[in-house]
């Protein structure tokens, strides 16, 4: 069956001996049915609520810095920023390679630089080597820029519900089984079967703990930290 809103909705319709939805009947779905499509997404919802850094979260951005504007904001979807992923990107137009910027805390911005914002002037502008992260969720170049730059940065995002029929999950295909493991869970509970929904329960953070093992609890290298002299 297709990975996909409606194969995922009628993966827990099988398991329920229950009648699959078709293209035509899908988005008019009532009761049952209808519960059945916001449990596939409640379980989506809840695995991407339970780590800010699933990798299939990840996102690359980029975004054209305007001359002389100091604050942009952050994207909607945006659950944590890595700060040390900002660069400005190689253009051969603007004369400039990759720079990597450095992150500044909003404190040290806002006790010696936050003068820049106001004063914006030609003079004032360059190429930026420093990013800080706002407490209002904004971003600030500093120094101001001087041309339209090209900024790159990675962030992880909040995930999304879905909505037609050939919707996709961000998480990969071979997690399918733990979707559906946590959507059983909601439908059993809606049909009242508590004892079912605690199995399904069990099944479901089991299904989480395996996801967390594979892509979250990994070192790639030890760094040696001893000094030597």
Same mark, same amino acid.
């Given at each position: ?19 699959? $939805?078709?293209?035509? /009947? ?38 054209? $810095? ?31 390679? /990759? ?10 911005? +806002? ?13 004032? &502008? ?10 209002? &969720? ?32 961000? $998480? ?7 979707? +559906? ?32 093992? $594979? ?15």
């Amino acid at each position: 069956m297709a990975y996909d809103f409606i194969g995922l909705t009628n993966d827990v319709n099988n398991r329920l001996n229950e009648v699959e $939805l078709t293209l035509d /009947t899908f988005p008019t779905a009532t009761g049952y049915f209808s519960f059945a499509k916001d449990a596939v997404n409640a379980a989506v919802r809840h695995i991407n609520q339970e780590e800010f850094q699933w990798p299939w979260n990840h996102v690359e951005e980029s975004e054209f $810095l305007a001359p002389g504007t100091v604050r942009y904001s952050y994207p909607n979807d945006a659950k944590t920023i890595d700060m040390n992923s900002f660069r400005i990107k190689r253009d051969d137009t603007l004369n400039i390679g /990759t720079i990597k910027l450095k992150n500044m805390s909003y404190e040290e911005w +806002i006790e010696n630089y936050a003068d820049s914002e106001y004063n914006t002037g030609t003079s004032n &502008r360059s190429t930026p080597t420093h990013i800080v992260r706002t407490p209002s &969720r904004e971003l600030i170049c500093y120094p101001n820029p001087d041309k339209a730059y090209e900024l790159v940065y990675e962030y992880y995002r909040t995930g999304y519900d879905l909505e037609i029929a050939s919707d996709v999950p961000s $998480l990969p295909e071979q997690y399918r089984f733990c979707i +559906i493991d946590g959507a059983m869970y909601y439908v059993y509970q809606f049909r009242g079967d508590t004892q079912m929904a605690d199995i399904s329960n069990r099944k479901f953070q089991d299904g989480i703990k395996y996801l967390r093992s $594979l892509n979250i609890n990994r070192m790639d290298y030890i760094r040696d930290t001893r000094v030597h002299f």
